[in-house]
């Protein structure tokens, strides 16, 4: 599978793009915006030389991967793809319109990933014509670094694409773990309750977020604290994800604190608006 087309070039987009080509792997790197597919290659760049000067990777490699990752806006470059992944905004109206077109553009033998946080691959794959070639393939933050993928089997998915997207993974230098589609998945059912309870203690006055991130690094042996874990993920994904995970389950222990909302409505995203939990400047 060397022709896969990654959809959205943000943080996880171009993080998906970066460590396809860097596995040799040609790379259409679609979005709607110019300006963010630029801004995608800056960074991209900018990574591997990262890469580069650790060590990880030889001098002369960034221009080969570089070289591999094509960019435009027209959803058509994907056409041609074996793979899909799209790594759009986690708003299922935007995923749903995206992944009817994607069944209409690309071949029919064509695997469709979503690297959704929460939304329900079943949901996705309902938009489609090919159930079965529908998964998710939900990559860590950031993409480079992190080894999970969590490989989620919507209602209809196939063992064959299954079996395809797990060993993609694994030749990527990931693990992927295989689970089921429902709210959250486990990655953000498990955490997104932690974050929102660490929120609710900043809420009432329990204690500082600085006091708060430190009990869980120093006492649980956490590398960074809920908090600002919360302000790198983003304030309104973090939001996003609680609210499908409450509408989904239906429990009030899901219940998105009203101080993140606040936050989230004030525009205090985390670290891409410069202010959440902490400050950030620029």
């Known amino acids: 599978m060397t022709n896969i ?4 070039s943000g943080t996880m987009g171009n993080g998906i793009a970066h460590v396809l080509a860097q596995h040799g792997h040609d790379v259409a790197l679609i979005d709607v915006s110019a300006a963010a597919l630029e801004k995608a ?3 991209i760049a900018g990574n591997l030389d990262r890469q580069v000067k650790k060590g990880t990777l030889a001098a002369e490699a960034p221009a080969g991967i570089l070289a591999r990752i094509t960019t435009g806006t027209d959803l058509a470059l994907a056409a041609s793809a074996a793979l899909v992944v799209e790594a759009a905004s986690e708003n299922p109206a935007i995923k749903f319109d995206i992944f009817a077109r994607l069944d209409a553009v690309c071949g029919p033998e064509a695997i469709l990933a979503s690297n959704t946080s929460s939304i329900s691959i079943t949901d996705i794959a309902a938009k489609t014509k090919r159930a079965s070639q529908v998964i998710g393939m939900h990559f860590m933050n950031p993409v480079p670094v ?3 993928v969590e490989v989620i089997r919507g209602q209809d998915t196939s063992d064959a694409t299954t079996a395809t997207v797990v060993e993609l ?3 990527l230098g990931k ?3 295989e689970v089921n589609d429902y709210p959250g998945f486990v990655s953000n059912r498990v955490l997104m309750p932690m974050i929102n309870e660490a929120i609710f203690c900043v809420f009432e006055g329990v204690a500082t977020p600085e006091s708060i991130d430190t009990v869980m690094k120093l006492g649980m042996a956490h590398p960074m604290g809920p908090l600002a874990l919360a ?3 983003g304030l309104d994904v973090c939001l996003a994800i609680l ?4 509408t989904g ?3 009030d222990k899901y219940r998105p604190c009203p101080l993140l909302k606040r936050m989230v409505a004030a525009g205090h995203l985390g670290r891409k608006s410069g202010k959440g939990f902490y400050g950030y400047g620029k």
Do not use: C, Q, R, Y
């Open 243 to 246: 609210n499908v995970l409450h």
């Open 231 to 233: 302000d790198f993920i």
């Open 5 to 8: 087309a990654v959809i959205g």
């Open 146 to 148: 992190m080894p999970l």
């Open 41 to 43: 290659k800056t960074t």
């Open 175 to 177: 693990t992927p773990v």
């Open 169 to 171: 993974s694994k030749a």
């Open 249 to 251: 389950l239906g429990e």
